[in-house]
Structures are given as C-alpha cells and as structure tokens.
C-alpha cells in the first residue's frame, strides 16, 4: 500500500511539473509573439559582437543610434587600419550604454572607446519596461544587468516579471501583431559586414542649427554617476576614453556638461557641431533623416574620428596582418 501511494505521488509531482513546464513554454511562446519587433535588431547586434574572437577589437564604439548610424567602423578600417566595432544601438540612455560597455568588456579589452554622448543627459530610472529595457535581455549573462534593472525598476515587482515575462508588459500588441512576430530572431550578415555600423544610402536635406546658440544645462547626478562610472571602468582596465557628438537637426544640451567632465577625468571631447566644415558634412548630401547620418556622412565622421586616434594613442594597423576581421568582413 505504502509502495502505491508513494507512486501515485511521485506521478502526481511529475504530472504538476509537466504541466508547470508546458505553462511557461506557453507563456514564453506568447511573450516571444507580442515582443516589440522592432528591438529584434538589437539581437543580431549583441550577437554578431560576441561571435568575434575574445581580445580581438582595439577600438570600441558605444551609444544610442547617433552611434550605430553615425560613424562607419570599415572606414576607419579602409583610412587607417583601425581594428573597430561599432556596439551602438537605438534609444540608449546613459545606464542602457553602460550596460551595454560592461557587457562588451567580458568580451574585449579594447585600447580606446568611443562613446557618443546625445543621449548620456538621462537615464533610465523607477519606470516601466520599454523597448530600450527590453532589449537588454539579449545582452549575454553579465554581473552589471541585476543592478540596471534595480535601478530602472526599483522594488516593483511586477516590473521584474514584465521583463522577464513580456507577455505581462507587451499583451496589448495583440493588436498590431505582423508577420515578423512569428519570425523567429536571427543574426543579420549585414551587421557582420559593417562591424556593427548601419548602413543607409537614403537622402534627405536637414538644416543644422548653429552651436554656438545652444541652451546649456548641467548633468543630473544620476547621469554624472553612470558617466563617471564608464569612465572609471575603462580606466581600470587601462582604456582611454573619447566623447564625441554627432551632429543631427536638433540641439546638444550638454556640451559644456560633457566636456567639462571630460577633461576632469583624463578623457577626450570631440563635439563634431564645432567640427563640421572640418569634417565635411554637408546637410544636404549626408544625413538619412534629420536625427541621423547617412553612410556617406558616417564615413565623414569614421576619417575624422580615425585621424584623431591614430595621431594620439596606440592602435595596430590591421591592415598589416593577414586575414584579420576587417579584411574578411570584406569578403562575406
């Protein structure tokens, strides 16, 4: 008898765990559906990065999609022979593009990074999920991603489960659901090409306002804390650190801000408002939408970025050595 009931309850421990198993994979499966398609790139560009081999980038680019768009890594490949790639993606704000760092450190341990400061002025904080939280999730494993999700989230927990349950955040697209939420996530070749940049032959006329008139405003101390930590992070580790500015139809609150920051703590500052006749970018051949660069104005900013590095820090010319990643990005 004893020998009986112990079986029914392991059946019924095992029937509870398959039943338990099928939910989540239920679960999953729907929240996968109703995902913000339009972060899907977002996991190509993490794993296209970590496919590279592991210590194999010199120069690391970081930032919202004023970075991804705006500086061509195979340029400054093509000038200089600068080893680059671009890690930017859209909408990140000062803790997205830390995160996005650390993650990129646990891979590579570049000489120089590039960080692209449109959007370091805020942070994400005690909010819900959004498309730029959500995304993070395909960023592999790192120690950082626990922290920048207490600190977007906060004590909520109903936050928590919205991201690592999105159908509890996402279940109103339902509504606007396409052919591409039933597509399963893929790397694109493209990004493998690029290193990383986006690519974009579209054509439209911005007019650039003049920076001399722009409103300064100073750091939050939670934007100042996220900045000074990249610093810090990369100092550690005997990287030098460059901020830069892409210049797009809008206005740069913090060039003072960053610029200041900057030279407190042994890093550059490159505002390309300042620099625009220099570089050559020109608003009505070299932008794709008044936000971005197009790829020949992205190559514009790669000369002048590549210039500035190779004339002040040590970085290998890797067109010196055979079969290297930018030369075989060439050939796929």
């Known amino acids: 008898m004893k020998k009986n009931e112990m079986k029914i309850t392991l059946t019924r421990i095992a029937s509870t ?17 109703v995902r913000p398609t339009d972060t899907d790139g977002a996991y190509s560009q993490v794993e296209t990065f970590h496919s590279l081999p592991k210590n194999s980038i010199e120069v690391m680019i970081y930032g919202s999609s004023h970075a991804y768009r705006g500086v061509s890594t195979m340029k400054m490949y093509d000038e200089y022979g600068i080893g680059a790639y671009n890690y930017g993606w859209h ?58 999700l207490k600190q977007c989230f906060g004590t909520d927990i109903e936050r928590y489960l ?13 509504n606007t659901l396409t052919s591409t939420s039933f597509t399963s996530l893929s790397v694109n070749p493209g990004l493998r090409r690029s290193m990383g940049f986006s690519m974009s032959n579209a054509v439209k006329e911005v007019e650039i306002p003049d920076y001399r008139r722009f409103v300064q405003k100073e750091y939050t101390r939670d934007a100042e804390n996220e900045i000074l930590d990249m610093i810090h992070t990369c100092h550690e580790k005997g990287i030098q650190v460059v901020f830069f500015t892409v210049p797009w139809e809008g206005e740069f609150a ?18 390309l408002f300042e620099s625009m006749e220099e570089i050559g970018i020109d608003g009505k051949t070299d932008f794709s939408d008044s936000g971005h660069l197009n790829t020949s104005g992205a190559e514009k900013v790669a000369v002048y970025l590549g210039k500035y590095i190779v004339e002040n820090y040590d970085v290998t010319d890797m067109r010196t050595i055979e079969n290297n990643l930018w030369t075989m990005a060439k050939q796929q």
């Open 17 to 33: 765990l398959i039943v338990c198993l099928l939910l989540w994979v239920c679960i999953s499966g729907l929240g996968f559906i």
């Open 91 to 148: 909408w990140q704000k000062a803790n997205t593009t830390n995160l996005f760092l650390k993650d990129s450190l646990e891979k590579q341990t570049p000489r120089v990074v590039l960080i692209e400061a449109c959007l370091l002025g805020s942070v994400l904080k005690n909010t819900n999920i959004t498309a730029e939280i959500y995304y993070t999730r395909y960023l592999h494993n790192n120690s950082a991603k626990m922290d920048y």
């Open 162 to 174: 919205s991201f690592f349950m999105p159908l509890c955040a996402f279940h109103d697209n339902w």
């Open 254 to 271: 913090y060039g003072n801000a960053i610029r200041k920051l900057a030279k407190e703590n042994d890093c550059a500052y490159l505002d």
